[in-house]
């Protein structure tokens, strides 16, 4: 009878647990095996972090969950404040990658990607109706009491709040 | 690295945050890294006007949504919190390969201090409107909710299973100072942790619950007064650091624990004066109140210690150290037995404003 | 008949990612496709091709950013009998407006119509846009009928499958040497192993087991515990309650094996390795796939009352449910039994074996659909 290949192949991964035997912190915060595998080693030397900057890849960004409303809007610094539609360019939105190399493992990209497309935009759709995906909010808009809380928050909401009641959401 | 490269790597860091900042509608004039540990890092930004903090975290943008949303509904609400500042196209975060990007207010003020007690009313006063602020929050649809309402029994047990299993470790080595503390005092710990769990097992936990969902408030994940100052003689609060789903005791919970820690004891008198400025402002039923006393019986911090020791989760503490922590967890922990027995008589008073 | 079946927005189908739900699709499909026209939808992959037909199966893939604006056009221009929606009652609604003349069913594989995912106007307004639901066990059945009695008439539980060939029984001529020649490589040979798959998480409770060993190494010092875990990130990254495992597991190294990865492909060679599978699960699981893979792989099951995992055990026959799901020596006791007792451990799994021929096998499932399918294509 033949096995099958990958059976041939197989090699079996099994942690090594004796690298995970408790062994209380000495006075100086390691383990007692680590301070022993230190002092019996001579070959070892302590590996001391340096500290350096932490990375800014200079990558495509996307602005999220954006509000026409919070846009140019009641904004702490008005005097300083350049209207988007003023002097900032078409490609404002999205920086070109920088051409230094990237170091992400392509592990890294292929799980980051779902998210990274997590756009502004939402699904243009025929009608008014959104699908709600994956429903976060829990309202029930029948009860006087939510609507309450909901429709006039303690103070009055802003605008962008209420289209956010008429179930909207963030657009 | 030397100095010089440390020097240019910085300022390279610098010039790559501004690359960052164009995307908002400020004019930085200078940029400046504060901290950066744990997967979080800070820069202040120094503009003509005024200064900011930028905030990159490695995170999901789905979560950053989240919380950057919360934070504005807070401030949306009247809460004494940094502004946040969206972007040019009134984005609440900007998301850039592995990274969430946050920009907000950089406020000056007068630190928090846990030994003053007139301060520790105001922050929970603070609180209560923290937890009214919150009201009405509704995530945006591309944001992942943190929620642990309806997740109590699934923690506690948890927490209970982890402290018989470090009672195993602790049983291997009997020399060890850490490991007999322990077990000399786990077994009443444990009592306690499923007297809780009991307890939990009430209607008014479900009820509570749901109109905590229904209501969309949240709370702080982690309360601290690191994140609190004081401003124009007013709480105000600095940094939203992450916000969860859960119901106003836990961060009653969090901070009566970490006041009463750095005391070393239960302050009983304190803690009934501090829910009484909370209640004041968002007052809660009786019933509410039970289930606070329930979640301040669950042993939290002599779980969390334990767990930091047979987990190395302090790298720099020595034995010396932990035990010293240990003993003062344990101390307060125990002192608060008074408090708890009399969760009835204490309700009252604090509801009815006497002593 | 034309029948759509959707996968979720999460990964593709056929299931080259894996994924539980893209299992199920991509099996049932397969059948179904002998005798009825069948279409399936997922999200685009860069190893697969957006569109194409194979084995029967029309495959349609669309980009995950607009997936259900492109699935409503899709259902609208495709004049569906029968369209089968997998795990997302948020969408019913829309497509169901899309395609009004098409019969939704929709398979609910969690809790999805809980408080905390739905609110009660949504929920309503799902199960009104559904003319069938099924559910991968009555405990699912039960958390959308205690909250909405009203669809009681249109709930009903369809268990999902394994594939039968995949695994082999140790009483088979192959199961008998794949037995033998993975026991000489992982160094377990004359061990009694209790096998353990699932992730390495709190709510599979894997930290139960281990205080569960003092106990059973008294009675029978031979015994290994064995862990596949069904995540691995890499030795570095190991989060802290995966520490905590190997840390009480290093307690007892003679009866703990922690398996660090292992392909799904390889997985039905570990169920031939071993000679009791446990599962204890501490949080109201649906009902893990794992119980119907130890079933045909001819392995007497322990399990908990939790969710829906006791629903395919029957009690003394192909296994055993623990309703103390938090006590270890629950799991020393039932194990002891086992391990103490050769021909029991046969019967528990030949019964075990013959249940999943009958019941749990693709070709079942796919039929169950079909009834399914039958049913919902004669609502109005």
Redesign the interface.
Do not use: C
């Given at each position: 009878m033949t096995l099958p290949e990958n059976l041939k192949k197989l090699i079996i991964p099994i942690v090594d647990l004796d690298r995970y035997r408790f062994s209380p912190p000495g006075s100086m915060g390691w383990s007692e095996a680590e301070y022993e595998e230190l002092i019996t080693d001579p070959e070892r030397t302590i590996q001391t972090e340096t500290f350096s900057p932490p990375e800014v890849p200079q990558e495509e960004w996307v602005e999220l969950s954006v509000s026409k409303d919070r846009a140019g809007g009641d904004l702490p610094f008005s005097s300083e404040h350049e209207r988007a539609s003023d002097t900032v360019d078409a490609s404002a939105t999205v920086t070109p990658p920088d051409k230094r190399p990237k170091q992400r493992s392509p592990e890294k990209k292929s799980k980051q990607s779902p998210e990274k497309k997590l756009e502004q935009r939402t699904e243009e759709l025929p009608g008014k109706e959104i699908p709600d995906r994956e429903k976060t909010a829990v309202l029930e808009v029948n009860d006087p009491l939510i609507e309450e809380y909901v429709k006039s928050p303690n103070p009055p909401a802003r605008p962008w709040l209420a289209k956010q009641v008429t179930g909207r959401g963030y657009q | 690295m030397n100095r010089q490269e440390y020097s240019k790597s910085i300022e390279q860091n610098h010039r790559d945050v501004s690359h960052v900042l164009s995307h908002y509608a400020i004019r930085p004039e200078s940029v400046r890294l504060i901290s950066s540990r744990g997967g979080r890092s800070k820069w202040l930004i120094e503009t003509g006007q005024r200064n900011f903090f930028l905030r990159q975290e490695q995170i999901r943008p789905s979560r950053m949504l989240f919380i950057a949303g919360a934070h504005w509904h807070l401030q949306q609400n009247g809460l004494p919190i940094a502004r946040l500042i969206p972007t040019r196209n009134g984005g609440l975060c900007l998301a850039g390969g592995e990274f969430v990007y946050v920009l907000y207010e950089a406020s000056e003020g007068v630190p928090v201090l846990y030994y003053d007690r007139d301060q520790l009313e105001e922050i929970m006063a603070f609180t209560g409107q923290f937890h009214q602020a919150s009201k009405g929050y509704i995530p945006g649809e591309q944001s992942k909710k943190r929620t642990r309402t309806g997740k109590w029994q699934k923690l506690y047990r948890w927490k209970l299973q982890e402290l018989e299993d470090h009672k195993k470790v602790a049983l291997q080595d009997p020399d060890d100072a850490f490991s007999q503390l322990f077990l000399a005092h786990v077994d009443r710990m444990l009592e306690r942790g499923y007297e809780a769990l009991n307890e939990l097992d009430t209607p008014e936990l479900s009820e509570w619950t749901l109109e905590t969902l229904r209501s969309g408030m949240f709370c702080q994940q982690d309360f601290t007064l690191a994140r609190m100052t004081v401003k124009e003689e007013h709480m105000f609060l600095k940094d939203l650091h992450s916000v969860t789903i859960d119901l106003p005791a836990r961060d009653l919970r969090i901070l009566l624990n970490k006041v009463m820690r750095k005391l070393n004891v239960w302050d009983t008198e304190l803690a009934i004066r501090m829910l009484r400025s909370y209640d004041q402002v968002h007052p809660l039923t009786p019933a509410q109140y039970r289930i606070l006393w329930t979640d301040l019986k669950f042993p939290h911090l002599f779980c969390s210690m334990v767990h930091k020791y047979y987990l190395g989760q302090k790298q720099s503490w020595g034995d010396e150290k932990y035990l010293m922590n240990f003993r003062n967890v344990i101390a307060m922990e125990e002192s608060k037995q008074p408090f708890l027995e009399q969760s009835e008589t204490h309700i009252l008073h604090l509801k009815e404003g006497t002593t | 008949m034309k029948i759509a079946m959707i996968g979720t927005?999460k990964l593709p189908v056929p299931a080259i990612r894996g994924g539980a739900i893209q299992i199920y699709i991509q099996s049932s499909a397969e059948l179904l496709a002998v005798s009825e026209q069948v279409t399936v939808f997922s999200i685009k992959d860069p190893d697969l091709k957006d569109e194409e037909t194979v084995g029967g199966i029309h495959y349609i893939r669309l980009n995950?950013?607009?997936y259900?604006?492109e699935l409503?056009g899709q259902l609208s221009r495709g004049q569906f009998e029968v369209v089968h929606l997998c795990n997302?009652p948020?969408?019913l609604?829309?497509l169901k407006?899309a395609a009004p003349d098409s019969r939704f069913v929709l398979s609910v594989h969690n809790e999805m119509f809980t408080?905390?995912?739905?609110?009660?106007?949504?929920g309503e307004k799902c199960i009104d846009s559904a003319a069938e639901i099924i559910t991968v066990s009555d405990y699912i059945g039960k958390t959308i009928t205690e909250r909405f009695p009203d669809a009681a008439e249109k709930v009903r539980t369809v268990y999902s499958g394994v594939d039968l060939n995949t695994f082999r029984p140790a009483w088979t001529?192959?199961g008998a040497?794949?037995r033998k020649?993975?026991r000489e490589?992982?160094g377990l040979e004359g061990k009694h192993i209790i096998l353990f798959v699932g992730r390495l998480s709190?709510?599979k409770g894997p930290?139960?087991l281990?205080?569960a060993i003092p106990a059973i190494a008294a009675e029978h010092p031979e015994a290994m515990l064995v862990f596949i875990g069904s995540k691995w990130f890499g030795d570095d990254r190991v989060n802290?309650y995966v520490?905590?495992l190997?840390?009480?597991?290093?307690?007892f190294?003679e009866q703990?094996?922690?398996?660090?990865?292992v392909?799904p492909?390889?997985i039905p060679?570990y169920y031939a390795m071993s000679d009791l599978f446990v599962c204890s699960s501490?949080?109201q699981e649906p009902l893990a796939r794992v119980h119907y893979e130890a079933m045909a792989a001819g392995l007497p099951v322990i399990t908990t009352n939790r969710g829906g995992n006791g629903e395919v055990i029957r009690e003394g026959q192909n296994g055993f449910v623990i309703d103390d799901f938090?006590q270890p020596e629950m799991y020393a006791r039932r194990i002891n039994t086992l391990l103490g007792d050769s021909e029991l451990r046969d019967r528990m799994g030949r019964s075990g074996r013959q249940t999943a021929e009958e019941k749990f096998g693709w070709k079942r499932v796919a039929e169950n659909l079909m009834t399914v399918y039958r049913s919902a294509a004669q609502k109005k």
């Open positions: - | - | 927005e995950r950013e607009s259900v604006t409503a997302r948020a969408w609604e829309h407006k408080e905390t995912k739905m609110s009660r106007e949504s001529d192959e040497q794949i020649i993975m490589k992982a709190k709510v930290h139960i281990l205080q802290n520490r905590h190997y840390t009480l597991g290093a307690m190294p703990v094996t922690f398996i660090k990865f392909r492909s390889d060679f501490q949080w938090d």
